[in-house]
């Protein structure tokens, strides 16, 4: 199940209530429940994740309070996934939390729509619900992400992307070094 909590400037500005917000709310982003559900059983189909996984797309603000009470680290990120409990996995593989202040400014940085970035996001999200770790295994996660972007057609994930920058940061530095 994907859940909307709006960023609180898209929710401020709408007077609706109920099922009309929310419909509301899904429009002005852009964003389809029913797309983004379609290509959450997708991918998590290809990534050959079993059990529910449910998704919140929220603000910057939520994801701060998210990543600082169950990682420690008081800042906003993009994604954070909660993987389930073995003894449930089979039922549940966990949730997954977006933010779509990041998703956007990240979706303009890339050249594509918040659709696509969210879409990055959940597939990135569901390699880590799945027992993937690209900051500890070596390139595996990266790999089998590159490899599913490409059969879900998907642009560049995060893991590509920081890459790249950290590639050109190098190459910067050394330039700076000569």
């Known amino acids: 199940m994907i859940s909307l909590d709006p960023p609180r400037a898209l929710a401020a500005k709408d007077g609706k209530r109920g099922f ?9 982003l852009g964003l389809s429940r029913a797309g983004l559900s379609r290509f959450l ?9 079993q059990g529910e996984v449910d998704v919140l797309l929220a603000d ?19 994604v954070l996934s909660f993987p389930s409990a073995a003894e449930v996995a ?5 949730d997954l939390a977006i933010s779509l202040d990041t998703a956007r400014r990240q979706a ?6 918040l659709r696509d970035e969210v879409r990055v996001l959940l597939l990135h999200g569901l390699l880590h619900l799945s027992g993937m770790d690209h900051e500890t295994d070596g390139g595996e996660m990266a790999e089998r992400e590159a490899g599913l972007r490409s059969k879900l057609r998907l642009r560049d994930g995060l893991i590509a992307r920081s890459s790249r920058l ?7 530095s050394s330039r700076v070094r000569r």
């Open 60 to 78: 910057d603000g939520t994801l701060r309070r998210l990543n600082r009470g169950f990682r420690g680290k008081d800042k906003a990120t993009d």
């Open 108 to 113: 303009r940085e890339q050249g594509h729509t």
């Open 41 to 49: 059983r997708i991918a998590q189909a290809a990534v050959g994740l």
């Open 166 to 172: 950290t590639a050109g940061a190098t190459a910067q």
């Open 90 to 94: 089979a039922e549940h593989a966990g």
């Open 20 to 28: 009309a917000k929310d419909a509301a709310a899904w429009k002005a």
